[in-house]
């Protein structure tokens, strides 16, 4: 079993930048295609952006193209989300999911793990 934990959340002005992580313990996920996605109260979980297990692929939500970036270290068995620019409509809940061996798996399959969520708050 894959458990996976967030880090690097926080508060932040708007304009600033965090970098959250997401670690995976209990096997490699060299493999497998991970992502991120975030949610406010009362709305369903959104995608925000995903990596393939090569980490040449990458795709984001409109949202989001042009600040944030995301990538992976194997050696650590990490993903990474570099969030710059932020705005207070980026305040959520983040969360990091391990999909399967595709982009397509992390943003509409099921999910092999979930991270349990990390809060960043933008203050404008």
């Known amino acids: 079993q894959v458990y996976l934990v967030e880090s690097g959340g926080g508060l932040v002005q708007a304009g600033g930048s965090l970098r959250l992580g997401c670690a995976a313990s209990?096997?490699?996920?060299?493999?497998?295609?991970m992502g991120w996605f975030r949610q406010t109260p009362g709305k369903e979980r959104e995608f925000v952006a995903v990596?393939?297990?090569?980490?040449?692929?990458?795709y984001y939500a409109d949202f989001v193209k042009g600040r944030f970036t995301i990538s992976r270290d194997g050696a650590k068995n990490t993903v990474y989300l570099q969030m710059n620019s932020l705005k207070p409509e980026d305040t959520a809940v983040y969360y990091c999911?391990?999909?399967?061996?595709?982009?397509?798996?992390?943003?509409?399959?099921?999910?092999?793990?979930w991270g349990q969520g990390i809060q960043v708050t933008v203050s404008s």
């Open positions: 209990g096997r490699t996920v060299a493999t497998y295609a």
């Open positions: 999911k391990l999909g399967a061996g595709s982009l397509y798996s992390v943003r509409f399959g099921d999910a092999s793990a």
């Open positions: 990596i393939s297990p090569s980490g040449s692929d990458t």
